[in-house]
């Protein structure tokens, strides 16, 4: 169901107060979960607004910037950890799932955060991380201290090595970040030890999850958060938890090829889902519809919609419409897959272009196809925003839930020459500088002024963790609000028409309508959404009133002009 302005499905002020009548199996076929058609708006904490000009984001620095989001129209803000965190993986690797880490506050800031929120009716969504912890976490010292032989061993993957000495990697498996995914211990006499996994880096030691201590461990940590009064969790490597007996060889190279399309020893296993059960439970037994979200890479659609099974989790990200080409066909090919595959397990499909881990859309659609998530060359600017504005539009238009990366609703592009001695993605400095490009979609985002870091701390000349380019001056939420040609304008435009208008929002199909080559079009009841991937511009009959453009549409002879790269809004 569509939410309207007046709409009353959003949280209350405080949550603990809303009715608990509304079980999720109730919302379920319905449709009435809010999280159906929500529009969730990611925080990436340490680029969003930095409250006491140390040069990183904070959460009072998000909490004074909610009403920019209520304004903007979203439903829902995810925040990226902001836990107690050494930050080797910008805090990916937690150290403290009940903390705030200093650099971001404290409990308290956290809590006047949701609270706020709740008061301009936004939910939030906190980031959960348990594949693996910091290895600063207690329970990794205590491991590390106690030695082999300790129980707390067995709440990590600790193994001995192959080879005469136990000289090398107990597995072949390879860390997504490059490298191998073992690092040697030392024993507490200072001879060399026990090996342990990490998937990503080595400052991130895997969970071993068929330990009970840690399953009950993260039954608490979710409790925790569900009583500060979050509204859902997202799920961070959520196919990961759970490895195959044995931890088996691959047998090859070159691993980080494989995934996504293969089924891997360490992720997608059948186990996981077990996990998602018991959470699932816990986040029913609260009041206000809870939700979780998965982070889920699986081989193919279908194996992710085994995540979001009625008994499982709410959402999983469609990643396959992210990695998805400026090209009609190939558009929906991916819409009608994603559509499909959801409709079995009856959740809503989700839709995103850009997140802290992939380059900025604005930027890949600037660049040739086939280049993957992480491009280096900024690539024709122009062409890339025009093509992202148009991709957005048809993002917003289909059935189901969408997600926002902070400044794309500013027509941020990814900033690709970033100097290397200001990089802090860990996967840079693991791959030797071949891959490892997240800090360009990272850089702070720009609110206002003509001196960096332009609105992003208090004191024009400031700090900012990664440097911005001297061009976002001209991007910032002062500069392009009030501009009705403005990137932040068409944003605002289209989350108010999509809440507006009734057919938009949660669904489960789109009817297409026949159109030319490099052209998608289709209806929802009275509306419809055209869009032309083309280099060039096409006329069509106009199937109705123009509700919004990402381009400059032009009437001629009773015919629409469809500007090359754009997407038109419809009423009908
Ligand atoms: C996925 C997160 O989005 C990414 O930023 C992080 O590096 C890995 N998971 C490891 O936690």
């Known amino acids: 169901m569509t939410q309207n302005l007046a709409d009353t499905s959003r949280p209350a002020a405080t949550p603990s107060a809303e009715t608990s009548?509304?079980?999720?199996?109730?919302?379920?076929?319905?449709?009435?979960?809010?999280?159906?058609?929500?529009?969730?708006?990611?925080?990436?904490?340490?680029?969003?607004?930095?409250?006491?000009?140390?040069?990183?984001?904070?959460?009072?620095?998000?909490?004074?910037?909610?009403?920019?989001?209520?304004?903007?129209?979203?439903?829902?803000?995810?925040l990226s950890p902001f836990y107690a965190s050494p930050q080797?993986?910008?805090?990916?690797?937690?150290?403290?799932?009940?903390?705030?880490?200093?650099?971001?506050?404290?409990?308290?800031?956290?809590?006047?955060l949701i609270r706020d929120a709740h008061e301009l009716g936004l939910r939030i969504i906190v980031d959960l991380v348990p594949n693996h912890s910091s290895d600063q976490h207690e329970w990794f010292q205590r491991a590390l201290r106690e030695g082999p032989g300790s129980?707390?061993?067995?709440?990590?993957?600790?193994?001995?090595?192959?080879?005469?000495?136990?000289?090398?990697?107990?597995?072949?498996?390879?860390?997504?970040?490059?490298?191998?995914?073992?690092?040697?211990?030392?024993?507490?006499?200072?001879?060399?030890?026990?090996?342990?996994?990490?998937?990503?880096?080595?400052?991130?030691?895997d969970f071993n999850w068929e330990n009970p201590a840690v399953a009950d461990e993260f039954r608490s940590i979710l409790r925790f958060w569900l009583d500060m009064g979050v509204d859902g969790f997202r799920i961070d490597v959520a196919h990961g938890m759970v490895k195959a007996p044995g931890l088996p060889d691959i047998g090859g190279h070159d691993q980080l090829k494989l995934l996504g399309n293969?089924?891997?020893?360490?992720?997608?296993?059948?186990?996981?889902?077990?996990?998602?059960?018991?959470?699932?439970?816990?986040?029913?037994?609260?009041?206000?519809?809870r939700i979780g979200v998965a982070e889920a890479w699986t081989p193919t659609v279908q194996r992710t919609a085994n995540y979001v099974r009625p008994d499982e989790l709410h959402q999983a990200f469609n990643f396959q419409y992210l990695g998805t080409s400026w090209d009609a066909a190939e558009l929906r090919e991916v819409i009608d897959l994603s559509?499909?595959?959801?409709?079995?397990?009856?959740?809503?499909?989700?839709?995103?272009?850009?997140?802290?881990?992939?380059?900025?859309?604005?930027?890949?659609?600037?660049?040739?196809?086939?280049l993957g998530t992480q491009i280096r060359t900024p690539g024709d600017r122009e062409l890339g925003l025009r093509r992202a504005r148009a991709a957005t539009l048809?993002?917003?238009?289909?059935?189901?839930?969408?997600?926002?990366?902070?400044?794309?609703?500013?027509?941020?592009?990814?900033?690709?020459?970033?100097?290397?001695?200001?990089?802090?993605?860990?996967?840079?400095?693991?791959?030797?500088?071949?891959?490892?490009?997240?800090?360009?979609?990272?850089v702070p985002i720009p609110w206002s002024g003509t001196e960096a870091p332009y609105g992003f701390g208090p004191t024009a000349g400031g700090p900012s963790w990664l440097p911005q380019p001297a061009e976002w001056a001209e991007l910032s939420v002062e500069v392009q609000t009030g501009d009705p040609t403005s990137t932040l304008e068409l944003y605002r435009s289209a989350l108010t028409?999509?809440?507006?208008?009734?057919?938009?929002?949660?669904?489960?199909?789109?009817?297409?309508?026949?159109?030319?080559?490099?052209?998608?079009?289709?209806r929802r009841g009275s509306f419809v959404c055209t869009v032309n991937?083309?280099?060039?511009?096409?006329?069509i009959a106009a199937p109705g009133r123009i509700l919004l453009s990402s381009a400059e549409a032009v009437a001629v002879d009773g015919e629409t002009v469809l500007p090359a790269d754009s997407t038109i809004w419809w009423a009908v």
Not at 179 to 197: F, H, Q, S
Not at 267 to 277: C, L, S, T
Not at 399 to 428: H, I, K, W
Not at 500 to 509: I, K, N, Y
């Open 262 to 289: 293969d089924v891997m020893p360490f992720f997608d296993q059948d186990g996981v889902h077990a996990i998602y059960r018991a959470w699932r439970e816990i986040l029913d037994e609260y009041p206000g519809q």
């Open 151 to 205: 129980p707390l061993r067995e709440r990590y993957h600790f193994r001995p090595g192959k080879g005469e000495d136990g000289e090398l990697p107990p597995n072949d498996w390879e860390s997504i970040f490059g490298g191998p995914a073992w690092t040697r211990t030392e024993d507490p006499d200072g001879t060399p030890g026990d090996w342990y996994l990490h998937l990503f880096a080595p400052e991130q030691p």
């Open 339 to 370: 559509l499909d595959s959801m409709r079995p397990v009856d959740a809503p499909t989700t839709w995103v272009l850009s997140n802290h881990d992939v380059t900025r859309h604005a930027t890949r659609f600037a660049n040739e196809p086939g």
């Open 394 to 442: 048809l993002m917003l238009a289909l059935p189901g839930s969408a997600y926002v990366y902070q400044g794309e609703e500013l027509g941020l592009p990814d900033v690709t020459d970033l100097p290397d001695e200001v990089r802090q993605d860990p996967s840079f400095f693991r791959a030797e500088g071949q891959d490892g490009f997240r800090d360009g979609c990272r």
């Open 497 to 522: 028409i999509r809440r507006e208008q009734a057919d938009l929002g949660a669904g489960g199909s789109v009817e297409w309508l026949e159109t030319g080559e490099h052209l998608l079009s289709f």
């Open 533 to 539: 991937t083309g280099a060039e511009p096409v006329r």
């Open 21 to 78: 009548t509304e079980s999720s199996a109730a919302n379920g076929a319905a449709g009435r979960g809010w999280w159906r058609d929500a529009v969730i708006y990611q925080v990436y904490p340490r680029s969003f607004a930095d409250s006491n000009g140390d040069g990183m984001g904070d959460l009072p620095g998000v909490r004074s910037r909610l009403p920019y989001l209520r304004d903007l129209g979203v439903d829902a803000v995810w």
């Open 88 to 112: 080797a993986d910008a805090g990916y690797d937690v150290a403290d799932y009940r903390a705030v880490d200093p650099m971001f506050g404290t409990l308290l800031d956290a809590d006047g």
